[in-house]
């Protein structure tokens, strides 16, 4: 899989999946939850309650993967995870690296052969962001997939320049 970095905002990606990072309630919030929600309208909101009220109705667990439609997003498929917080004393770095290859997995169930990822748990939950970077990259460079293409798309500059850097010291 081709895997690529990316400056911009997830919720203009022309891919066949977009991945949210949802909080469990699956419900909507703030950051890149709240931004495709309101990009994608309420079609993705009535698919998440349609889950919550069958599959998920204590909520999506951490590092765990679900789909439902784009709604008017310019990709097919939202792909919905939920990150871990960050923990100085607490290593849930195999939680962080599920919600990549979980994500992966949705999207060969779909049969999507594009994906875009944000920046999974690095700004309000307080993930170090070179180290959600490092973790990212390695999860999408070495999990067998289907999928062709996968992008990191990282909304300001400074992130991408991290994520440059971080992806030569690998």
């Given at each position: 899989?081709?895997?690529?970095?990316?400056?911009?905002?997830?919720?203009?990606?022309?891919?066949?999946?977009?991945?949210?990072?949802?909080?469990?309630?699956?419900?909507g919030?703030?950051?890149?939850?709240?931004a495709?929600?309101?990009?994608?309208?309420?079609?993705?909101?009535?698919?998440?309650?349609?889950?919550?009220?069958?599959?998920?109705?204590?909520?999506?667990?951490?590092?765990?993967?679900?789909?439902?439609?784009?709604?008017?997003?310019?990709?097919?498929?939202?792909i919905?995870?939920?990150?871990?917080?960050?923990?100085?004393?607490?290593?849930?770095?195999?939680?962080?690296?599920?919600?990549?290859v979980?994500?992966?997995?949705?999207?060969?169930?779909?049969?999507?052969?594009?994906?875009?990822?944000?920046?999974?748990?690095?700004?309000?939950?307080?993930?170090?962001?070179?180290?959600?970077?490092r973790?990212?990259?390695d999860?999408?460079?070495?999990?067998?997939?289907?999928?062709?293409?996968?992008?990191?798309?990282?909304?300001?500059?400074?992130?991408?320049?991290?994520a440059g850097?971080?992806?030569?010291?690998?």
């Open positions: 899989m081709r895997v690529e970095l990316v400056q911009g905002d997830i919720t203009a990606e022309k891919t066949d999946a977009i991945v949210n990072a949802a909080n469990s309630s699956l419900l919030g703030g950051g890149v939850d709240g495709i929600h309101r990009a994608g309208g309420p079609a993705i909101l009535a698919e998440c309650e349609k889950l919550r009220r069958s599959r998920y109705g204590k909520g999506l667990p951490t590092g765990e993967a679900v789909a439902t439609t784009a709604g008017r997003l310019p990709a097919r498929w939202v919905h995870t939920v990150g871990p917080h960050y923990w100085p004393d607490e290593d849930q770095t195999h939680l962080l690296r599920s919600c990549y979980r994500g992966l997995a949705v999207a060969d169930e779909l049969g999507a052969r594009t994906i875009a990822f944000p920046l999974i748990s690095a700004g309000i939950f307080g993930w170090p962001p070179d180290d959600a970077i973790v990212a990259l999860a999408m460079d070495t999990t067998p997939t289907s999928v062709e293409s996968a992008r990191l798309v990282l909304f300001d500059e400074e992130t991408f320049e991290l850097d971080v992806r030569s010291r690998m």
